[in-house]
């Protein structure tokens, strides 16, 4: 009786693409004139856009209502305040490094944003990836081409934020831009990855600093990995899951681990890395 030899496993590589899918016609028709008519009406002068933003949550919460605000029960009264931006605040409004003007134009843009998330609509990214590319151009500082985010992102300012072209960011990451984040062109950051751009003094929590940090083109940030603030990730590096950058990445390299160091280098091999340390 001959014994077979075992197999190594086959690992198939495949192109990062997305599908290209679609809603039935109707709907279709639907979702591109609901972002049409609420982008015009946030943008026209003819609005306020705080105004605009408490219709639009009352509706995709709600529905239509022919119920006047004051008949409503007191706890309905109140959702319906918090659906208006200046009935709110967020947890950025609070540091003293803000420039409250220029968030406070972007604020009502922000909330539709992070409400839109929680809402029976958020999960659908049909809708989703068009919603939140109309709205990011009204809340960052640049926004590339082709821009694809997921639900449940949050940032602080916004203002200090930029992405270049074919960015892809995943659901559940937190980009600080309290410093500034500048993200360059086909960058992909996975679920769960922390980005940072401000650090408190180690005696004085009081005192806090705010460095610029750099994603530069071609970048890969894998799931749960953190850039601490003031950091350069340079082009086409990797950083590994769960990983903690701590200082700058140089460009090609793959980087793991607690703080994050070079485990390979693209085009080379572990070993011949470590050979020329």
């Known amino acids: 009786m001959l014994l077979s030899a075992a197999k190594e496993p086959v690992h198939t590589a495949h192109f990062m693409t997305y599908r290209q899918l679609s809603a039935q016609a109707l709907a279709e028709s639907d979702y591109d004139s609901f972002l049409v008519e609420l982008e015009r009406s946030l943008t026209d002068g003819r609005q306020d856009p705080n105004l605009v933003v408490q219709q639009t949550l009352t509706e995709i919460y709600y529905g239509p209502t022919n119920t006047s605000v004051d008949e409503l029960p007191i706890a309905a009264r109140t959702v319906i305040h918090n659906f208006d931006p200046r009935n709110v605040t967020t947890e950025p409004e609070y540091y003293t490094d803000i420039d409250a003007t220029k968030y406070l134009a972007r604020k009502p843009y922000i909330w539709l944003w992070q409400m839109f998330d929680r809402s029976p609509l958020g999960q ?84 806090v600093y705010t460095p610029v940090t750099k994603i530069a083109d071609g970048v890969r940030l894998t799931y749960h990995s953190t850039v601490l603030a003031g950091m350069t990730v340079g082009e086409n590096a990797m950083v590994g899951t769960g990983a903690v950058v701590t200082r700058d990445v140089a460009p090609n390299h793959i980087v793991v681990g607690i703080p994050a160091k070079t485990a390979k280098v693209k085009g080379q091999s572990a070993s011949s890395h470590f050979q020329t340390k």
């Open 124 to 207: 659908n990214a049909l809708l989703g990836h068009r919603f939140r590319r109309m709205l990011a151009p009204h809340i960052f500082s640049k926004v590339g081409h082709n821009f694809k985010c997921w639900h449940f992102v949050e940032w602080s300012f916004g203002y200090n934020l930029s992405f270049g072209d074919n960015v892809v960011v995943h659901r559940y990451v937190l980009l600080d831009d309290r410093g500034g984040i500048e993200i360059g062109n086909n960058v992909s950051i996975s679920d769960y990855v922390n980005v940072y751009s401000h650090s408190h003094d180690i005696d004085d929590i009081h005192k």
